[in-house]
């Protein structure tokens, strides 16, 4: 089949695909081989997908499988699908949680396509519920989870060994960090070509749209300075315990270096070890962990987070649920930093991002009244505090979008909601915790705002990607001088440019190998 005859199947429903030369290149070798796909944010990736479910369907018939990591993001996949290719929706099959073991048994046997939780699929693999003979193609959604534990690396395996014409197509924008990352992903998927692109490449330039990336610097007030020296006094005083009885090396200790200490010390306490010295060493550890904890929130997002995570550890010291939460609590200079902090908010003396971000916010509405933004927050205390601060703006209708953790989490059912409540325009405004980062469908977003910036280089480019999809857009990140946030700013694009490099070397070397388009 030529390439031309790909975008015209008779699967496809007509004129609804835009041919795109890097496309029909991809799915010359998505066809032929179990293939990793890697592509900038907006540029197609659901499409490749389309089309290879189409050929595989013509051509060896069988039943399709799509996985993802969440419930709205299976949802979205069914549309996608639903308006390009020819299929009753009927055979199309939404299986997550939500549908009973018993459901979804009859469900493998009668549908055609199905989308679905790999947790779900994991599950029903294990008690037999399908038939993974019966499927020509897995699809593997934001595939950079295939590591550990995650469920990906067990349907795969278990994929290649009962299928009896198996093809695997694993997307991503954005498959790890290093090469050692992206080979464990490629591994577990029992991949065979790669197939990259980046917003450099000549046939993906004409596709993408410019996104303005720039980042707004903060000080800290003198009160937060106080309360922070004092946080940093705490913390060290437990570090410099830790050091002394030859628990942690020498030099700075961080959280990364905590939680490594912590691991090392309950594996010597499950072998039955009884060295007081470890007990004390794990305790003064979780102390230590508090602080460094109180000590980021302080610097990362500002009094109102601060004041509750004391309040918590407040409630946990007064019922004695353990004993680190007490013995923080009944440290003086916390017990100051915590009056300190109730002042703070007394005077309404806030992070000073809170007011870049709202100077941020007013502009683009006054500049676009018609704007959509997200602002990105790790925390829910801070997303309800940004949600609050926002309403006041004149032309900012914002919404949280959370996790479903908690009582008073979103359902995913709420949140397939709220992102039809955007799109139709009741709100404009996204705040939002990670559960906003990964491949939702977001369309024409002006702006996105990280409220603080992210370590990791998969989450940094995910939240990026929510603009630029199809229009122009900007990314702006707030950043807190001389705190970590500086750090992990520069963390973050450290490994994202080292994971780009990584992705040439591969694109090179795996370049060597493909056949010219021409011939095929």
Request: proline share 3%; net charge neutral.
């Amino acid at each position: 089949m030529s390439e031309e005859e790909y975008f015209e199947h008779p699967l496809l429903k007509e004129g609804k695909l835009e041919k795109r030369l890097y496309q029909e290149t991809v799915l010359h070798t998505t066809v032929n081989s179990n293939s990793l796909v890697v592509l900038p944010t907006g540029m197609g990736k659901t499409v490749s997908a389309v089309l290879l479910a189409a050929h595989r369907l013509n051509e060896k018939g069988g039943k399709i499988l799509f996985l993802a990591p969440t419930r709205p993001l299976v949802e979205q996949h069914k549309r996608f699908f639903n308006e390009f290719l020819e299929i009753a929706e009927g055979d199309m099959k939404v299986l997550t949680g939500k549908v009973r073991p018993g459901k979804r048994e009859k469900e493998y046997k009668e549908g055609t396509c199905f989308f679905a939780t790999p947790q779900v699929v994991e599950n029903d693999v294990i008690a037999r519920r399908m038939n993974m003979d019966d499927f020509t193609l897995v699809i593997f959604d934001e595939c950079h989870r295939a590591t550990g534990d995650y469920p990906y690396s067990f349907i795969a395996e278990m994929y290649m060994k009962r299928a009896n014409d198996p093809r695997i197509l694993g997307i991503t924008a954005s498959p790890g960090g290093s090469e050692r990352e992206i080979k464990n992903v490629i591994d577990n998927l029992y991949i065979d070509e790669v197939e990259i692109r980046t917003e450099d490449d000549e046939d993906v330039k004409p596709y993408v749209e410019s996104v303005e990336k720039n980042w707004k610097k903060v000080q800290l007030p003198e009160e937060f300075k106080e309360v922070k020296k004092l946080l940093e006094e705490a913390y060290s005083k437990r570090v410099k315990k830790l050091k002394k009885w030859d628990f942690a090396p020498s030099g700075d200790i961080h959280r990364k270096e905590l939680l490594k200490l912590q691991g090392r010390l309950r594996k010597k306490a499950s072998k039955g070890e009884e060295d007081k010295m470890v007990y004390a060493a794990m305790s003064k550890t979780a102390e230590a962990m508090k602080i460094e904890h109180a000590l980021m929130l302080l610097e990362t997002q500002g009094s109102s987070s601060l004041y509750e995570y004391f309040k918590r550890l407040r409630e946990e010291a007064r019922q004695g649920k353990t004993k680190a939460a007490k013995s923080v609590m009944n440290d003086g200079k916390i017990a100051t930093a915590f009056r300190k902090t109730s002042s703070l908010l007394e005077k309404g003396i806030e992070h000073p991002k809170l007011d870049k971000l709202k100077e941020l916010v007013k502009d683009q509405f006054d500049r676009k009244e018609d704007s959509k933004l997200i602002v990105f927050s790790h925390y829910r205390d801070q997303v309800d505090k940004i949600k609050d601060e926002l309403q006041d703006i004149e032309g900012c209708n914002p919404i949280e979008f959370i996790g479903q953790a908690g009582d008073e989490g979103l359902s995913q059912k709420e949140q397939v909601q709220i992102l039809e409540d955007l799109e139709e325009g009741k709100y404009n405004t996204l705040v939002a915790t990670a559960v906003g980062e990964e491949g939702l469908d977001i369309p024409a977003v002006d702006l996105v705002v990280f409220y603080e910036p992210v370590a990791s280089e998969i989450r940094s480019i995910q939240r990026r990607g929510r603009t630029g999809r199809q229009r122009s857009g900007k990314v702006i990140v707030l950043i807190a001088k001389d705190t970590r946030d500086e750090a992990y700013y520069w963390k973050s694009k450290h490994r994202e440019r080292r994971m780009k490099e990584t992705l040439k070397d591969m694109k090179a070397s795996n370049s060597e190998g493909q056949k010219d388009l021409d011939e095929f």
